[in-house]
């Protein structure tokens, strides 16, 4: 089954500068798109890790002190590109994904709807 397929979560593009941790390394990535279970990243270097490994993810947004954070999951690797599954969100960095995804989705109230998914 194709990735796109098995989306229950409508993903939204929010390209900004993030961080990916795995073990010891911490790498730059730029973020390419959200949703409310996971997002797809862009890799500045080769990928240190492989599908199923345990990440951070820190997102920086931009002309603001606010960075979301959450532990995930590696989805996949494409290349340089990471899709990862979110596992753990804390309750600031949730709400601030969901303002992000509904301002971001040409359907606000779908986005709403999916929230009872979670």
Same mark, same amino acid.
């Given at each position: 089954?194709? +990735?796109?397929?098995?989306? /229950?979560? /409508? /993903?939204?593009?929010?390209?900004?500068?993030?961080?990916?941790?795995?073990?010891?390394?911490?790498?730059?990535?730029?973020?390419?798109?959200?949703?409310?279970?996971?997002?797809?990243?862009?890799?500045?270097?080769?990928?240190?890790?492989?599908?199923?490994?345990?990440?951070?993810?820190?997102?920086?947004?931009?002309?603001?002190? +606010?960075?979301?954070?959450?532990?995930?999951?590696?989805?996949?690797?494409?290349?340089?590109?990471?899709?990862?599954? +979110?596992? /753990?969100?804390?309750?600031?960095?949730?709400?601030?994904?969901?303002?992000?995804?509904?301002?971001?989705?040409?359907?606000?109230?779908?986005?709403?709807?999916?929230?009872?998914?979670?």
């Amino acid at each position: 089954m194709e +990735i796109m397929e098995q989306r /229950r979560f /409508r /993903r939204v593009s929010f390209v900004t500068e993030s961080f990916i941790a795995a073990g010891n390394q911490r790498l730059k990535a730029t973020l390419e798109d959200l949703s409310l279970r996971g997002a797809l990243l862009t890799l500045a270097e080769e990928p240190p890790f492989a599908p199923g490994d345990s990440c951070s993810v820190s997102i920086a947004l931009a002309n603001s002190n +606010i960075v979301l954070e959450f532990e995930a999951e590696v989805a996949h690797l494409r290349g340089m590109q990471v899709g990862v599954k +979110i596992v /753990r969100i804390d309750l600031d960095s949730m709400t601030h994904l969901r303002s992000i995804i509904e301002f971001n989705s040409a359907e606000p109230d779908e986005v709403r709807k999916e929230l009872s998914f979670l």
